[in-house]
């Protein structure tokens, strides 16, 4: 069965290993060599691309980058949703620490700033509509993820920035008759347990969701979406309120471990040392690359989202879409790959469609080898087959991100290190992942203070 846990997954392209290798080649010179405590030279510019996405625009202002060598308690590295909710919660626990984030580019350079702005519940492990690999804790883990995005939504609002967060649920659209018996069957099970998920039958889903291909639906109250950028700024907002330095154009190439970790930052061409009593690893796809972290688990993939026009009343009044529930369909139409299509409505009336392809780099880069007009011209074509009266409707905008898939196919979290001070958490493998980095910040402030929690014990075994 084809289900949410998989979005954004192509398990038939084939994986290529090369730029892993090659990374991990490099790092062993450059330890051998000592060359990190000096600073590297790995070429940023085959890392890190800049963010063009549609969410760009709701960005916060940049901050200055690092200009001098740092002693601090805690550095996170990455000023994605992980980074901003670990620095938050340790710095709210601990007022009297000094936390700082390095970020390569802008906060939200990377797949914080760039999603397609579903907000869902469970994790991708467990699976979403499915009984994942939990089984025993998948309503637990639900219980928790759903807890965990309506904190996630005061929290930001309580910024003073509005995120757009709307929590009206979520939904998958069944196209596969193959697909109809299986989801029926877990909606009934997840009824069971206590959780409120419903099946909708086909009249009810193209009442709902307004697709006249549909043959039927699951619903759960519980999700969203929400708006990229704007999450970032109040995240970002909250954190420094809370006394938190962010130095943004500031990326850390490498650590040396130890009771104090070294830390060589490259800021606008220059190289400063930072040591720090402990570190939390919040880069997420990039973490192999630039930090040799979990290399061997760690699989960026390229997928892609556009951005319409802001639609006509009378298109918006011809889709039926009701409520703006955000969904993704259970197809990968027309492509090679086994990605959903998911999409949501924003506030100024654009849809915002992403999925249906997953890529891997097959060289030493991770900037996006294919095609963003090709993409393009598949995103459209699926909008119109989903939306008929939508065709030939412009898109403005079509960007790349990089998810962080693991070959585990788990998310990471946890703590490692000789000393026990360095804090990672990553690899949400698409799907959940906006609101699973929040949660997993906040537990990451866990793990730091040594307080015990049930996702926890399930991820950290
Ligand atoms: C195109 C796309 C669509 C998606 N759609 C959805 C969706 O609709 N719903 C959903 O739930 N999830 C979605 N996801 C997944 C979700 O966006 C991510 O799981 C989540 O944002 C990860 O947050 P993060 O903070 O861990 O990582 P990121 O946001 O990637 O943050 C990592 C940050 O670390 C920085 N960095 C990396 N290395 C270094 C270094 N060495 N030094 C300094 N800084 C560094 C990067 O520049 C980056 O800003 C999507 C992802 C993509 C790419």
Redesign the pocket.
């Known amino acids: 069965m084809r289900t949410i846990g998989m979005?954004?997954r192509a398990s038939e392209i084939l994986r290529k290993h090369r730029l892993q290798a090659f990374l991990s080649l490099l790092f062993l010179i450059l330890l051998a060599s000592g060359g990190f405590a000096e600073g590297v030279d790995l070429d940023e510019s085959m890392?890190?691309d800049k963010n063009e996405?549609y969410w760009a625009q709701f960005l916060p202002r940049v901050n200055p980058a690092l200009d001098k060598n740092l002693s601090v308690d805690v550095a996170v590295?990455?000023?994605?949703?992980?980074?901003?909710?670990a620095a938050y919660h340790i710095k709210k626990s601990n007022p009297a620490l000094e936390v700082v984030i390095?970020?390569?580019?802008?906060?939200?350079?990377?797949?914080?700033?760039?999603?397609?702005?579903?907000?869902?519940a469970q994790t991708y492990s467990e699976g979403g509509f499915v009984m994942g690999a939990n089984k025993a804790h998948h309503k637990e883990i639900y219980d928790i993820t759903v807890a965990g995005m309506k904190r996630f939504k005061a929290l930001a609002e309580s910024s003073g920035i509005d995120p757009e967060f709307v929590l009206n649920g979520q939904s998958l659209g069944i196209f596969d008759r193959e697909n109809l018996a299986d989801f029926r069957q877990y909606a009934a099970a997840a009824r069971e347990m206590g959780m409120p998920i419903e099946f909708w039958e086909r009249e009810k889903a193209i009442g709902m969701l307004g697709s006249p291909g549909l043959l039927g639906a699951v619903y759960d109250p519980n999700g969203g979406m929400v708006n990229?950028g704007k999450l970032v700024a109040a995240l970002k907002k909250l954190a420094e309120d809370a006394g938190v330095v962010i130095y943004e154009n500031?990326?850390?190439?490498g650590y040396n471990e130890g009771k104090i970790i070294e830390l060589p930052?490259v800021a606008k061409g220059n190289r400063y040392k930072v040591k720090a009593k402990s570190i939390v690893i919040?880069?997420?796809?990039?973490?192999a690359?630039?930090?040799n972290f979990l290399a061997n688990d760690i699989e960026p993939a390229?997928?892609?989202?556009a951005v319409t026009a802001p639609l006509s009343e009378e298109q918006y009044r011809s889709l039926g879409w009701k409520d703006h529930i955000?969904w993704y369909d259970d197809q990968y139409a027309g492509t090679d790959s086994d990605a959903t299509f998911?999409m949501?409505i924003t506030k100024d009336r654009r849809i915002v469609i992403?999925?249906g392809s997953v890529e891997y780099n097959d060289d030493e880069s991770l900037l996006y080898p294919g095609d963003l007009r090709t993409i393009e011209a598949q995103i459209a074509k699926r909008l119109s087959e989903l939306y008929p009266s939508l065709k030939g409707i412009r898109i403005e905008n079509t960007?790349?991100?990089?998810?962080?898939e693991t070959r585990s196919k788990s998310e990471r979290i946890g703590i490692t290190g000789r000393h026990k001070n360095i804090f990672y958490?990553?690899g949400?493998?698409?799907?959940?992942?906006?609101?699973?980095?929040f949660l997993?910040?906040e537990l990451i402030s866990k793990l730091y203070n040594s307080e015990r929690h049930k996702l926890l014990e399930i991820y950290t075994k």
Do not use: D, K, M, P
């Not at 500031?250 to 190439?253: E, I």
């Open positions: 979005l954004f890392i890190f996405s590295i990455g000023g994605g949703y992980t980074g901003l909710s390095f970020e390569a580019g802008r906060v939200g350079s990377g797949a914080s700033g760039r999603h397609g702005g579903l907000v869902l990229a500031s990326t850390v190439w930052v919040a880069a997420n796809a990039y973490a690359a630039t930090l390229h997928t892609q989202v955000a998911h949501i992403g999925g960007w790349n991100g990089i998810i962080c958490a990553l949400y493998n698409g799907g959940q992942g906006v609101n699973v980095s997993f910040g």
